[in-house]
């Protein structure tokens, strides 16, 4: 395991090279972030549809326990996910390696492709292939999707504060893993927390609620309702309570 300072330094040579990617490699890597994302949701309901109500904990915690596989591809065979380049990002934005606009350009490339990626596995793998148009799936995807819409501005917003601060921390761990396997409990445990807390992940909800929509039980008005506090959410817990505070932690004093 490398030391904090190590891993500091590992984030902000990540962060760089994120930057450093060509386009192309951006939109690829996004959309397969996107995806890989969805499919560990997609998991999550399969996995979980057909449990009683009266063991929410239960489905909490099987549904928390495949999902973070997504993660796990992402960061060990490649992908670019928006919320951990929240933190990776904002570590060189931190050490000035990076400006505000790179930060933010890179944001809005990495997410417009993951959205791209959810939409897909949302319509082609869930719809059109069924995994989430047959019963229970589809009453289990919409009820999922309404827990998500139904939060306030502000509880959306604390909501995915506490999410990529877990998702942070993920990312985070993952470099610091010296190891295949390090790499995948790092990733495994803090991701598995925030699915069965219930915290919220903009880009996960750009899976669940379309395919919820895709089956008649949402619509993109509640969507974008959601994703602008729960995505603002996410910028404050990756960029703030991760690289924000482990930078001014472990950064080197000149």
């Not at 690829?28 to 994302?37: E, P, R, T």
Request: proline share 3%; aromatic share 14%; with cysteine.
């Amino acid at each position: 395991m490398f030391t904090p300072e190590e891993i500091l330094e590992k984030s902000i040579n990540a962060g760089v090279g994120k930057l450093k990617k060509a386009l192309i490699a951006k939109m690829i890597l996004g959309f397969i972030g996107g995806a890989m994302i969805s499919i560990g949701f997609l998991a999550y309901v399969r996995v979980t549809a057909s449990i009683p109500k009266d063991l929410a904990s239960v489905k909490s915690l099987v549904g928390g326990t495949v999902f973070p596989i997504g993660l796990i591809i992402i960061l060990l065979a490649g992908g670019e996910l928006a919320t951990g380049n929240m933190m990776a990002v904002g570590a060189s934005f931190l050490s000035k390696k990076a400006s505000i606009l790179d930060y933010v350009k890179n944001l809005l490339i990495i997410t417009l492709f993951n959205f791209i990626g959810a939409i897909f596995v949302a319509y082609f793998f869930g719809h059109v292939v069924g995994l989430t148009h047959a019963e229970p799936f589809r009453q289990a995807v919409i009820a999922v999707a309404a827990s998500k819409t139904s939060a306030g501005f502000w509880s959306a917003f604390i909501s995915g504060i506490g999410c990529n601060w877990l998702v942070g921390l993920a990312v985070w761990l993952s470099f610091g893993a010296k190891d295949g396997a390090g790499k995948i409990l790092g990733i495994w445990f803090p991701i598995m927390i925030f699915v069965a807390v219930g915290f919220q992940h903009s880009i996960a909800n750009c899976f669940i609620i379309p395919a919820a929509i895709f089956e008649g039980g949402s619509t993109w008005g509640l969507f974008l309702q959601n994703f602008v506090p729960v995505y603002l959410g996410n910028i404050i817990g990756g960029l703030v309570f991760v690289a924000g505070f482990y930078y001014l932690s472990y950064k080197k004093v000149k």
